[in-house]
């Protein structure tokens, strides 16, 4: 491999969430009945006119500024013409010339060190309808037709598999945190085009660029890219020729076939698209949106461990996912202060255990973070011990409810009232004689045991240290 | 039966004063169809039923105590408007059997005002001619002398017009298709001003070019027409939300004092001479009437035609690729393959004028003679563009010929693309700037022929040419 150098690039297609479509009112709702979203526009009749969704332009540009890109003034929209059942005007609005955002870059994590990959730029376009293939027939279902897509160009920065997937991992993050776009895989909101090409080391001149289309999911986009590299080293190294072409990923068969060569490229004849007017945007506008952007990823893992006091790995956990930091500090904040490594450590640990246990997004299941912060607290408070604190949490999870509520009509309060442990401590001691001479013979051991019975005759309810000293004052006082 | 003399500012009097209904109007109009459209070839369809009962409901609103200009009156619609549940053919094959779903924002807008939708008039094939010989269905005779064309595209409204079969039409002009047909009619037809009036529910021919605008038979009764379809709409990005003037207000003003200028590039050899005196004549009696002659100087007018076949045909190709039979319209039988459905679907569907210009418009934008065709020609568009800016500066408005001839006769020039198109010599300018243009009858040649005076306004300056077209028309008239 090392003889050889791969480079990769990314086209990533993003669903903005955006209510309506790109140039329409209608719904984006997700798996509704086919054909039942769509309007004159949308299905390309006669007269209809595009409507830009201002909505859309705001949300590609936080992207932007979300990755730093420079954001054009004046920009406009273009048509690419080209014929297929997918496009109901059989030419799609995107932008050619004058895109939204220009530069910008996403910072990876590799064996190496932090990478810096570049954006080329990010642009906006609508998207296609669905085609259904049937038995005897294909199905065109325009639901989709008219989403908006933002498409983000990345420079040929990456050089490997791993890297593209950690390139896809951290846009992914960022966009989520923008709230540009679920970036949900199931429902199509993020698809990737990948440009390849492999060359000797040492050889200057980039070498035969393949593009692979129809990648929907990060571990697709990744067996394309090792089949492909594999493909073309072999190739390569045989002394062969490499084509310039465009394959299609196969995830049945697990390969990638030739779609066209370069002598059959579409010819898309762009030109401005004469039914929008190029859309100027004011320094003012731009400031005042900058202002709405939310923390980026790196400056939250910051933030959270100077406010709550975690250390650098606890939040670099919570901050990947945002719905994660985002429970997280709401359960801190609900919290008195000096909580906040107890409620990362009972995140961490129970919750995250609990989420992949289950397979849930810590939105859709029933805990919230107050739940959280008071589970805690009763820990904190000495109400109930950290084992039944466990199971109260599964069980929260689960259905939900307030903790303090459960402990006090379940009487789960941990006993701390001496002469009520006393009483265990004498039963536990009459019944366990040989422990606790055990015990007096040296064995040290036997003082856990006897503490565990203790817990055991308790139903788990007395507060450990306290029966644990107890016991230790027992076993000293018979010597 | 009511007269079909009547302007349309008459026939509102009329329902106003209770001496027609909209329903007895309405069947006039129907009956006057029936009666001619057999020789004129006008219409593509009719609804009556349709039309006499929002005639109904529009004598009803009266009854009611609603009024408006509008009110009750029919109105021809140009067949590629959208009105919501006619048919729409754009009198091409291709949009057989197609019926509207929805309105034009133009149709919304004369429904709201209570016109009545009478019927669809032909036209060339989705606007691309100025005969309406390119029609799939008909040909349109002019009402002047049936062998001859009536101008197109429009040449169905305006024959409809001037030939006593509606009181009013919509007409739409890319390169001159409303002035043209109304110069070779004898009405009076108006192209607004680039983002004056929607275009959505239009079906496109050249997006950057069209307009909607009336077909009448008075510069007044254009005025009220107008009134009713100005203004910026939502659902067209390219609409401005400039405010709406008092059209009727702006016809007071006269004739004296006004700047009129003469584009020196519009008064050359090549124009037929009876068409030249007429205007000249015109031009004179203004001059008499107080108005100020300013010669002036369009200097790129000579690469108009030029820019405009790149740009119209360009934007064609992208607009028409739509009607493809995979949503509506026709649709070829058993294809092989879903390309084969595109390739026999348009070549059964569309005419040898729409292929020709698809074919032209896909050549200027292909890669490697983008820059040479459709790049240089947006730049010129600028060039032509500020011509106007500048003689603006110096005159109020333009007087010009609309065409070099009056309307020539059927199958004198289908065969000969070039020439027709050098026949928008004088129209298509303004659509390239933008601006405004009225169409107003200024004479007859010496055949008979009405010809057409064009008066050209700056962007938004429909008064100005409604004011002058107001003098003219009372000038020939005495």
């Known amino acids: 491999m090392s003889q050889y150098v791969i480079t990769i690039g990314l086209e990533t297609h993003v669903q ?464 | 039966m009511v007269g079909m003399d009547l302007t349309l500012c008459a026939a509102a009097e009329g329902l106003r004063k209770k001496a027609f209904s909209s329903v007895e109007l309405t069947q006039s109009v129907l009956a006057a169809i029936r009666e001619k459209d057999g020789a004129l070839n006008a219409y593509l369809s009719v609804d009556g039923e349709g039309a006499l009962k929002q005639a109904a409901a529009a004598d009803a609103a009266r009854a009611a105590g609603r009024d408006g200009d509008l009110l009750g009156i029919p109105v021809a619609v140009k067949d590629l408007i959208n009105v919501a549940g006619q048919p729409c053919t754009c009198a091409s094959k291709i949009l057989t059997g197609y019926v509207a779903p929805y309105d034009a924002t133009v149709s919304a807008r004369l429904r709201e005002a209570g016109a009545v939708f009478a019927g669809r008039t032909n036209m060339d094939e989705f606007a691309m001619g100025s005969s309406t010989e390119g029609s799939a269905f008909k040909v349109t005779r002019n009402p002047h002398d049936l062998t001859r064309v009536p101008g197109g595209s429009s040449g169905g409204s305006a024959a409809a017009v001037a030939g006593g079969e509606a009181i009013a039409a919509l007409g739409t002009d890319t390169g001159g298709s409303i002035r043209q047909p109304a110069a070779f009619c004898g009405c009076v037809g108006l192209k607004p001003s680039y983002g004056r009036v929607s275009r959505y529910g239009v079906t496109a021919y050249a997006s950057s070019l069209d307009q909607v605008g009336p077909m009448t038979r008075t510069v007044e009764d254009a005025a009220v027409l107008l009134q009713a379809l100005a203004g910026g709409d939502p659902h067209d990005g390219t609409t401005l939300d400039v405010p709406v003037p008092d059209y009727r207000a702006a016809l007071r003003g006269g004739i004296k004092g006004m700047r009129i200028g003469l584009p020196r590039e519009y008064y050359i050899d090549g124009t037929d001479p009876d068409v030249m005196a007429c205007v000249r004549r015109t031009v004179d009696a203004c001059a008499a009437a107080g108005a100020e002659i300013v010669e002036v100087s369009l200097p790129h007018t000579e690469y108009a035609i030029a820019v405009y076949y790149i740009v119209a045909t360009a934007e064609a190709s992208a607009n028409l690729a739509r009607f493809d039979g995979v949503r509506y319209g026709h649709r070829t039988e058993k294809p092989e393959s879903v390309f084969d459905l595109y390739a026999r679907s348009r070549a059964e569907g569309f005419g040898t004028e729409v292929k020709r210009r698809i074919i032209l418009g896909t050549y200027v934008l292909s890669s490697g003679y983008y820059d040479a065709y459709y790049g240089c020609a947006q730049k010129v568009r600028t060039l032509i563009r500020n011509d106007f800016t500048e003689a603006f500066k110096r005159c109020d408005v333009m007087f010009t010929p609309v065409a070099p001839t009056a309307a020539y006769r059927i199958g004198e020039a289908c065969n000969d693309p070039l020439k027709m198109y050098l026949g928008d010599v004088f129209t298509v300018p303004a659509n390239l700037a933008g601006i405004c243009g009225l169409s107003v009858p200024c004479g007859r040649t010496a055949d008979g022929l009405p010809v057409g005076l064009q008066i050209l306004g700056p962007a938004f300056g429909e008064c100005a040419v409604l004011r002058a077209g107001q003098a003219v028309e009372g000038e020939v008239r005495t």
């Open chain 1, 16 to 479: 903005l969430k955006t209510a309506t479509k790109m140039f329409c009112g209608c719904s984006l709702a997700f798996g509704e009945e086919p054909n039942t979203n769509v309007c004159p526009v949308c299905l390309g009749y006669p007269g209809a006119l595009p409507v830009m969704n201002r909505e859309a332009i705001r949300l590609t540009v936080l992207s932007g500024l979300m990755l730093g890109c420079e954001i054009n003034r004046h920009s406009t929209f273009d048509r690419k013409n080209y014929f297929y059942p997918d496009m109901s005007k059989d030419y799609q609005i995107s932008q050619n010339t004058h895109p939204l955002c220009l530069g910008g870059s996403v910072t990876i994590g590799t064996p190496e060190g932090p990478k810096r990959i570049r954006i080329n730029h990010i642009h906006l376009e609508e998207d296609a309808a669905k085609i259904n293939h049937y038995a005897r027939f294909s199905g065109v279902d325009f639901n989709r037709c008219g989403t908006p897509l933002m498409e983000i160009v990345s420079e040929p920065d990456l050089s490997s598999p791993e890297e593209a997937m950690a390139y896809l991992q951290a846009l992914k993050q960022i966009l989520v945190y923008a709230g540009v776009s679920d970036c949900n895989l199931e429902e199509g909101n993020m698809r990737s085009d990948v440009n390849i090409s492999v060359r000797p080391a040492g050889q200057e001149k980039l070498g035969t660029k393949v593009e692979i289309k129809n990648m929907n999911t990060f571990k697709g986009i990744h067996a394309a890219l090792e089949y492909e590299i594999a493909r073309q080293l072999a190739v390569v190294k045989s002394g062969g020729t490499l084509v310039q072409e465009t394959r299609r990923w196969d995830p049945e068969l697990g390969e990638t076939q030739s779609m066209r060569g370069k002598e059959n490229a579409h010819d898309y004849r762009y030109f401005p698209e004469p039914d929008l007017v190029p859309v100027e945007l004011s320094d003012e506008l731009i400031e005042s949106w900058r202002a709405q952007l939310p923390e980026a990823p790196a400056a939250r893992r910051e933030r959270m461990m100077a406010e709550y006091g975690i250390p650098a790995y606890d939040a670099g956990v919570l901050a990947d996912v945002k719905e994660n930091a985002d429970f997280f500090e709401a359960a801190a904040r609900a919290c008195k202060p000096g909580l906040g490594k107890t409620v990362s450590n009972w995140f961490m640990t129970e919750v995250m255990r609990l989420l992949s246990e289950t397979g849930k997004g810590v939105g859709a299941c029933a805990l919230t973070p107050a739940a959280l912060a008071e589970l805690v607290t009763l820990v904190d408070e000495g109400v109930i011990n950290g084992p039944t604190a466990k199971e109260l949490l599964s069980d929260v999870f689960a259905k939900g409810g307030s903790p303090r509520a459960i402990v006090d009509e379940r009487g789960l309060a941990q006993v701390s009232d001496v002469s009520a442990l006393e009483a265990f401590i004498v039963q536990v001691f009459a019944e366990n004689a040989k422990s606790v001479a055990d015990f007096r013979a040296g064995k040290k051991a036997a003082a856990g045991f006897l503490v565990g019975q203790v817990m055991k005759l308790s139903k788990g309810k007395a507060d450990p240290k306290l029966a644990g000293r107890l016991v230790a004052e027992r076993l000293a006082e018979g010597q």
